[in-house]
């Protein structure tokens, strides 16, 4: 049984200007929902892994299934659900539809959640 007391307070007393401050700058629950799925999209290894293929290039679908030793019907899948969420972009070129990452913002999650994982 764990004991949750060294998580409590014990004295009960509301410090009311840090809470007008949270409660000020505290981001609106619409914007905190689409930050939560977010992060969902990356709670998936097999995504993790095809951003850090992109991390190197630009690369087909046909080059992923080869990189992560999976079916391209995997990876399409994968790939729609981190383009619905502009994680990676697509451009085709003649019957080949390459992707890569959408812009800095990706890489910046992943390099800071990798150093936060080796701290």
């Keep these: ?37 977010l992060f969902k999209v990356f709670g998936d290894s097999t995504r993790i892994r095809i951003l850090f293929v992109l991390f190197e290039a630009e690369v087909c679908v046909c080059d992923l299934a080869s990189a992560l030793c999976m079916t391209q019907s995997a990876i399409s899948h994968q790939l ?23 812009d800095d913002h990706v890489r910046t999650i992943i390099e800071q959640g990798m150093e936060h994982v080796e701290e």
């Design 1 to 37: 049984m764990t004991d949750y007391s060294s998580f409590a307070c014990e004295e009960t007393k509301v410090h009311e200007e840090l809470l007008e401050k949270v409660k000020r700058d505290l981001p609106d629950e619409d914007k905190l929902y689409d930050l939560a799925e």
């Design 80 to 102: 729609k659900i981190l383009k619905a969420n502009k994680l990676v972009k697509s451009r085709r070129e003649g019957k080949a539809m390459f992707y890569s990452l959408a």
